[in-house]
């Protein structure tokens, strides 16, 4: 269906279902409770991150995932996408739809020179290279571009402002059409709440469509092409391919993918700040992809799916939740298992990300969608070895005679 | 003139830390072949390392000093440092101005320490492993190493000041014959020049004139032919990761007074280090330091006001600049090799 | 007129000459040996023919055509295959997908944007690499990743995607080196087999005289750069110049 495979179309379609569905998936305890002050993540805020870099990281994982080029820069893309689009609110209205465009094609238009030149280089040249660059544009950023990006101040929307596309009646938020960016419907049921809003939900479907774009990707002869060039790039060149243009296309792509992901930020809360672009911006996405599993489909969401949670409940917990948790337990315990919890939440959530991240890269090379098939693995092969035994072992022997 | 020279000064305190860092990168990835992202959260270490020292040596008990009176007329209680009460005033407080310079000795054991523990408990296992897994993994460490300094010391820079003796300015112009107050050089600046190309010299002796530094330089040239020697490789490769962490570390350490120790001075450091390697030549250790140099004082000159009026915010972008243009005409760096990090 | 036609060329790398003067002509159709003790040239030559490396002077033609300054992904679009020492394929791909990135090439070209389609549509490209690796008897491992294949069939898989680009000329580099005599018989009768079936020009270096006398029709003997001979197998055995290049003139 849709051009997928069985197996892809399921993939798809479970995306699609957990996007859509998150605002309930993701507030499993009532509102108002202990747990679901501490683990609820359906809220607007949130829920725009995870399918915001979500998208960022889908496009990382076409470049790095296929072709093996370690990009220490994309935030970036990230970066120039916000303020491309935050001028378009600036200049002609609060829509949307021409903001999130330019900022595409700002990031592409990025890419285009940043790829063309460390594409020259491959390994941690490549890496190097593109560091270097997005080090300078947040450099520029502060310094030379101030008339562009505001400086320290960051850049937003001040009613002195042109916006030349504006009528008097035009919501002064972002909106799609008219359409507000932060309209949301409220439901209750029972002690449950749960929130819908347009933001998100524009979010989600731009996480779909970019989820459903790398599948076609992946699956493609150009999506081959790339994984060929990350197995061999000297066979690749004496097949009478020109690996240059393959990896320089990828690169654009997933540039303009964070290019996206930079105008959906934007469009969400419209002000930006160099520090989107800042290297530890890029280290982050290259850890939700390293996490997640790099070169498989569903491995960024999930990836930058956790990564987002973790930081945003992780660094919520305080001493005082810890108390509430641990209140059961005899005072000696209690205090020594805040002891040992405490310098990894709130705070923490640093330290928390970094040893994950180690874990995952020691044990996990594949990330987390490797390590649920492995398992998944093993518990098919027991339940094989459980039931089909004899099976097997008439199959080992087909010459042996029926009794 | 003057204003040259003062430039290159200005360059040769920066530069020489990025040297140091740089020649530790080096070394490791030289002889290891590993790509070390935490190298300047050892950086970071040394520089606490000062910190540490400082406070152990204020480390202070209540004394009552009957020769002083509050208010009362009662006997002052005022806090004493131990170190005045062991050594004498004098002495002890000569100890305390001096924890920078002190605290290299305290460097020396922790380094050698925590290299070896980073080397024996992670480093090890990823030596085959592709540079991309060691790149994310020493990452990953560099972000536990500084979360867990900040989870001691706290997020603030915290000052730790120059000896007396070498606290102040000098004016170096005089000396060579220009105008008075022409150029005028912190003190501490020079001696951390100077500490530097005694470190600097001292390794590179200990890789010319030893054995041990004889394999290693075979091993830099050749890693494979070295193992098949039958050389005990394993354990001169933890010493090396020792001596480049304890590089590091007193790199870091003698830097506290220039810039006051933070918990994030590791990357920031790190990220300029790894572009002047690539620059100077992976592999390539007068490359690395040269590098270290040149990109120190680059920034310096770029710093001049004359330079800034004319290509405006070119200060913070000359390295990565200047890196870039160096990649893309000699891709193996200044001083590179053929054949090192090249699939 | 020879299919591939290398005149004057030279090569120094530094003080050392690797190639002097060297004059090859390969005529259409023919297994062509180039052989010689190490050091002469052998690898130089081929990598200037394959445009890894850019003589100094001299000329290559192949039909017709200069490919003196092409990169190595344009020559190889002219017809122009090669088989490495140690056998070069996408370890990571599977053994269908190794064979279709040749196929793509041959019909797409050095670069198409095809990032929409879908490979499994890609009926013709699919059957043409599945013809071909039931000619090299590996249909059954198609599925398979190509790093877990054995030494053997790696070579095998890499004569595949080369044959199916129908290559004018296939450049081997030592095909049988390091291999066990069993696998060198075999790498032999694979290489003939490809011969009877189709019109194909070859060109191999090789160290092993039993590969060179089994299959070779014309042999270059290559020594400090410079041919010395060019021979029948037959009268190449024999010839005190051959003689002199192995085993040094003090045997002579």
């Given at each position: 269906?849709l ?6 179309f ?5 995306v ?14 009532p ?10 993540a359906g ?11 979500g998208?960022?990281?889908v ?5 790095f ?6 990009s ?21 209205s ?21 790829g ?32 562009l990006?505001n ?15 504006m ?8 909106h799609?059409f008219?359409?507000?960016m ?12 749960w ?25 493609s ?32 792509i ?12 934007a ?15 890029s ?5 939700m ?13 999930v990836?930058?799916?956790i ?6 409940i ?11 948790w ?6 000696g315990l209690?205090?020594v298992?805040?002891?040992v ?6 705070e ?10 180690m874990?995952v ?24 070895n459980a ?12 010459n042996?005679?029926?009794? | ?9 200005n ?9 140091l ?5 080096t ?5 290891l072949g ?15 390392c ?12 209540v004394?009552?000093d009957?020769s ?10 005022v ?12 002495l ?8 920078v310079p002190?605290?290299v ?6 380094m050698?320490?925590?290299?070896w523990a980073?080397?024996r ?8 492993r592709?540079?991309?897994?060691q ?6 460490l560099?972000?536990?190493?500084q ?5 001691m ?8 000041p120059?000896?007396?003796l070498?606290s102040?300015?000098?004016d ?12 005028v050089?912190?003190?501490w ?9 005694i ?7 200990f ?10 330089r ?18 001169r ?11 590091a ?16 001075m ?5 990220v ?11 592999g390539?250790?007068p ?6 140099f ?13 330079v ?5 915010g ?13 990649l ?9 090799r053929r054949?090192v990090?090249?699939? | ?14 003080g ?8 090859l002509s390969?005529k ?12 002469a ?16 002077s ?15 992904h ?8 090669r ?14 997908e ?17 990032a929409?389609?879908s ?26 990743i ?12 890499e004569?595949?995607?080369?044959l ?8 081997l ?9 069993a ?5 032999i009768?694979l ?24 299959l ?7 020594a ?18 051959v003689?002199?290049?192995?085993l ?5």
């Amino acid at each position: 269906m849709l051009g997928l495979t069985s197996r892809d179309f399921t993939l798809f379609a479970i995306v699609c279902a957990l996007t859509l569905l998150a605002p309930i998936i993701l507030n499993p305890f009532p509102t108002g409770s202990a747990l679901g002050a501490s683990f609820n993540a359906g809220y607007p805020a949130l829920m725009q991150r995870f399918a915001i870099f979500g998208i960022l990281v889908v496009g990382f994982n076409i470049l790095f995932g296929l072709t093996g080029y370690l990009s220490f820069g994309h935030a970036a893309f990230l970066g120039v996408g916000s303020y491309a689009a935050v001028w378009m609110f600036k200049l002609l209205s609060y829509n949307i739809v021409p903001a999130i465009v330019l900022s595409i094609i700002v990031a592409g238009l990025f890419s285009v020179v940043i790829g063309y030149v460390s594409l020259r280089r491959s390994g941690i040249y490549f890496s190097i290279l593109t560091l270097a660059f997005a080090q300078m544009c947040y450099a520029l950023a502060y310094s030379v571009f101030t008339p562009l990006t505001n400086g320290e101040t960051g850049l937003q929307v001040y009613t002195s402002d042109p916006q030349v596309l504006m009528s008097p009646g035009d919501p002064v938020v972002p909106h799609l059409f008219g359409l507000q960016m932060n309209t949301a419907e409220v439901v209750r049921v029972g002690p449950w709440t749960w929130t819908f809003e347009v933001g998100y939900y524009l979010c989600a479907i731009m996480l779909i469509a970019a989820f459903y774009l790398s599948i076609r990707i992946f699956r493609s002869p150009f999506g081959m092409m790339l994984r060929a060039i990350k197995s061999n790039q000297t066979r690749m060149n004496y097949t009478g391919l020109n690996s240059r243009p393959y990896t320089l296309a990828a690169f654009i792509i997933s540039g303009m993918y964070a290019g996206l992901a930079g105008g959906l930020l934007a469009a969400m809360d419209p002000l930006t700040g160099a520090e989107r672009m800042y290297w530890t911006a890029s280290g982050e996405i290259v850890v939700m992809a390293i996490l997640g599993g790099v070169g498989t489909l569903i491995g960024p969401v999930v990836g930058s799916g956790i990564i987002k949670y973790l930081e945003n409940i992780v660094s919520k917990i305080n001493e005082n939740i810890l108390h509430q948790w641990f209140a059961a337990l005899p005072d000696g315990l209690e205090n020594v298992l805040i002891g040992v919890v405490h310098p990894f939440v709130g705070e923490g959530w640093h330290l928390t990300l970094g040893l994950l991240f180690m874990v995952v890269v020691i044990f996990l090379p594949g990330g987390l969608v490797e390590g649920g098939q492995r398992v998944g693995a093993m518990f098919s092969r027991k339940s094989r070895n459980a039931s089909g035994v004899e099976a097997d072992a008439a199959a080992q022997n087909p010459n042996t005679p029926a009794e | 003139m003057d204003a040259i020279i003062l430039q290159i000064l200005n360059g040769l305190d920066k530069g020489s830390a990025y040297a140091l860092i740089a020649l530790g990168l080096t070394l490791i990835f030289g002889t290891l072949g590993v790509v070390n992202f935490a190298h300047g959260a050892l950086f970071m270490i040394g520089a606490f390392c000062a910190v540490t020292m400082q406070r152990l040596l204020t480390l202070s008990h209540v004394v009552v000093d009957e020769s002083q009176t509050d208010f009362l007329g009662n006997p002052l209680a005022v806090n004493v440092p131990y170190v005045n009460s062991i050594f004498g005033e004098e002495l002890g407080q000569a100890l305390i101005n001096w924890s920078v310079p002190l605290s290299v000795l305290l460097v020396i054991p922790v380094m050698l320490l925590v290299g070896w523990a980073i080397e024996r408990g992670l480093i090890k296992h990823f030596y085959k492993r592709p540079h991309a897994d060691q790149i994310l993994v020493t990452f990953g460490l560099a972000i536990v190493l500084q979360e867990i300094i900040r989870a001691m010391y706290g997020a603030n820079p915290i000052q730790s000041p120059a000896p007396p003796l070498f606290s102040g300015s000098v004016d170096l112009g005089t000396y060579l014959g220009f105008q008075a107050n022409a150029i005028v050089y912190p003190i501490w600046r020079l001696v951390y020049f100077f500490f530097s190309a005694i470190i600097i010299a001292a390794v590179f002796a200990f890789l010319q004139f030893t054995t041990f530094g004889m394999v290693v330089r075979a091993g830099m040239a050749d890693r494979e032919t070295v193992g098949m020697l039958g050389i005990d490789i394993d354990k001169r490769f933890t010493f090396m990761f020792g001596l480049a962490a304890v590089v590091a570390g007193m790199a870091g350490a003698m830097y506290a007074p220039i810039l006051s120790p933070n918990y994030h001075m590791g990357m920031d450091f790190l990220v300029l280090s790894f572009v002047v390697v690539v620059v100077g030549g992976m592999g390539s250790l007068p490359g690395a330091v040269a590098a270290g140099f040149l990109l120190g004082i680059l920034q310096g000159f770029a710093s001049m006001n004359e330079v800034k009026a004319v290509l405006p915010g070119i200060d913070q972008i000359v390295i990565y600049l200047v890196a870039i243009i160096i990649l893309l005409t000699r891709p193996r760096g200044l001083m590179g090799r053929r054949g090192v990090m090249e699939d | 007129m020879g299919i591939l036609e290398v005149k004057g060329v030279n090569k120094r790398f530094g003080g050392l000459q690797a190639l002097g003067d060297v004059n090859l002509s390969v005529k259409e159709n023919t297994v062509h040996a180039i052989i010689g003790p190490n050091g002469a040239g052998k690898s130089t030559l081929l990598n200037c023919l394959v445009g890894k490396l850019i003589p100094d002077s001299g000329s290559v033609m192949f039909d017709g055509q200069s490919v003196l300054g092409r990169k190595p992904h344009e020559i190889n679009q002219m017809g122009i295959s090669r088989v490495f020492q140690t056998p070069e394929i996408f370890a990571d791909l599977t053994v269908l997908e190794n064979v279709m990135i040749p196929c793509f090439a041959k019909r797409d070209g050095a670069f198409r944007m095809h990032a929409i389609e879908s490979t499994r549509h890609e009926g013709d490209i699919i059957a043409q690499a599945k013809a071909i690796l039931s000619d090299v008897s590996m249909l059954e491992k198609s599925e398979m990743i190509a790093s877990s294949l054995s030494r053997g069939d790696k070579r095998r898989l890499e004569m595949a995607m080369c044959l199916v680009q129908e290559p004018r000329l296939l450049l081997l580099d030592e095909p049988t080196a390091g291999m066990a005599r069993a696998d060198t018989n075999n790498t032999i009768e694979l290489l003939k087999e490809i011969k009877a079936k189709r019109d194909i020009t070859m060109c191999i270096i090789e160290h092993d005289m039993h590969v060179v006398f089994s299959l070779a029709e014309r042999i270059t003997v290559l020594a400090q750069g410079t041919p010395l001979v060019e021979e029948t197998p037959e009268n190449i055995k024999g010839h005190p110049k051959v003689r002199e290049a192995y085993l040094g003139e003090a045997q002579v």
